[in-house]
Nanobody, 126 residues
Framework: VHVAESGGGSVQAGDSLKLSCAPS????????VAWFRQAPGKEREFVSV????????YADFVKGRFTISRDHGKDRLYHLQMNDLKPEDTAVYYC????????????????????WGQGTQVTVSS
């Protein structure tokens, strides 16, 4: 299984960015796709997930600003639309995928995911 990310960059506070993730190698669409991020000196943290059931979940610090979606034209392409970016959103963003079923908000834990992308840098300046 391979996960490819794209879309990072450097922006000003209040701007928007759209990240994309393309998992490949799964035999069906019964997998979940999540975004995590890691700032310098900090642990990798959960941002959002699009579960294989179609449910979406967000970390509190991105609710109302970020939206995760599956591309309407391509089943195996996912997006993270990030609006009203803040300097504290600066981090390397990682896309992850898994075929496991979640329980008790386990989707927030990194070890639930089988495959990870290489990460894409997002830098927000004030």
């Amino acid at each position: 299984v391979h996960v490819a990310e794209s879309g990072g960059g450097s922006v000003q506070a209040g701007d928007s960015l759209k990240l994309s993730c393309a998992p490949s190698g799964y035999g069906s669409t019964s997998y979940s796709v999540a975004w995590f991020r890691q700032a310098p000196g900090k642990e990798r943290e959960f941002v959002s997930v699009y579960s294989w059931t179609g449910n979406t979940y967000y970390a509190d610090f991105v609710k109302g600003r970020f939206t995760i979606s599956r591309d309407h034209g391509k089943d195996r392409l996912y997006h993270l639309q990030m609006n009203d970016l803040k300097p504290e959103d600066t981090a390397v963003y990682y896309c992850a995928a898994t075929g496991r079923a979640f329980s008790n908000r386990s989707f927030t834990r990194t070890h639930e995911y089988d495959s990870w992308g290489q990460g894409t840098q997002v830098t927000v300046s004030s």
